[in-house]
């Protein structure tokens, strides 16, 4: 049985190092793939900004020459945005930061130069993952549909306007609070919001929206949400029939066969680590008839094989043996009787300066 442990531990250390192996891999194909969109956006932008540059120069230049550019296959496309703007780059999810913003809320416009700065509109959807929004009926822009998309509909106008995602950064929170001294409601901007997690909260509830800064706290509710609405259609099941019950299950009889565990998940898979009470018993079963078979064969051992058994276990019983403080001043005095014949032999005993003695010559 501690085989079969060992096998299905050892299974499922490989599964988890083959899935972190293989995570790795996707992740590295994520973060190529979100590197060259963000290069083709990238490229599109310098692109647009070039040719509006060079535009801007020929029509200072020439006058009342400048060619006309909104004609021929730029008539109705100039000007326009490319349709891959519309959307921004998700960034890595250890790097997406929640500024506290959802859909309802009213926000304004902050970034510098920006031709709509300070007007405030309403967050009609929030993209967490590229921390941008996109605010109805602000930064519109007209964008130009390619062609193959314009192939399968009705509506073949080349260019349309649609609203231009904002980045979250850009946009402040606006919401109605008292003034401090005449307690009239009036429009405020929130420059920082802090999410916490009050006491008495669920897990699945959404932090609560402080103001970062202000004592005491400041609680922003957030918009209420509109009930979904849902139409009813012939092909409905009423809720009668979805509420009734069709199987009551009793004491006597499972819920399930016994069999159909074996169909949701595979019986001898090698993962398995919830075996069943006969199959358990079987394998210690097996593991002591081994033992036996060993007990078995120590029998047919000779005396001096179980002499040398008893010296191992007992050296392993008395352990890694230690010095005493005698054996080791005799280990020193040997040590040191043998150093002073060496020393003479080799003469480095001899001080600088002073004549060889002949006695050590000649023992030499």
Known sequence: ???????????????ARKAAQRQGRLD????????????????????????????????????????????????????TLD????????????????????????????????RERGKIGR?????????????????RADVRIPDYLLLNEAD????????????????????PLPHPETGALRDVVIKELKLKRLKGQLRDDRPARLIAGVNP???????????????????DTLRIEVEERTFVPTLLRPPMPAGIIDELRNKYSKFRDRHEDAFIARKIEEDRIVEERKRSIRKMDTPLKELHRKERAEKKARGKAQLSEQMLEEIGSVMARNK?????????????GSAPDSTMISGS
């Open 1 to 15: 049985m501690q085989k079969l442990l060992r096998r299905t531990a050892l299974v499922k250390r490989q599964a």
């Open 28 to 79: 590295s194909d994520e973060r190529k793939l979100r590197l060259n969109e963000q290069k083709t956006i990238n490229i599109s932008v310098r692109s647009d900004t070039r040719a509006a540059r060079l535009a801007r120069h020929e029509d200072w230049l020439l006058g009342p020459l400048a060619p006309k550019r909104d004609a021929g296959d730029a008539r109705d496309t100039y000007g």
């Open 83 to 114: 349709a891959r703007r519309l959307r921004g780059v998700d960034k890595p999810k250890d790097q997406v930061k929640d500024w506290g913003i959802v859909e309802g809320d009213r926000v304004v416009i902050v970034l510098d130069g920006h």
């Open 123 to 139: 967050v009609r959807e929030v993209r967490k993952e590229a921390e941008e929004c996109f605010v109805t009926g602000l930064n």
């Open 156 to 175: 073949k106008t080349p260019v349309r306007p649609y609203e231009v995602p904002i980045p979250l950064s850009a946009v402040r929170l606006v919401t």
């Open 217 to 235: 706290l400041i609680q922003i509710p957030y918009p209420e949400e509109q009930p979904e609405e849902f139409e009813d259609n012939d092909c």
């Open 340 to 352: 002073v014949p060496a020393f003479a032999t080799t003469g480095d005993l001899i001080p600088r």
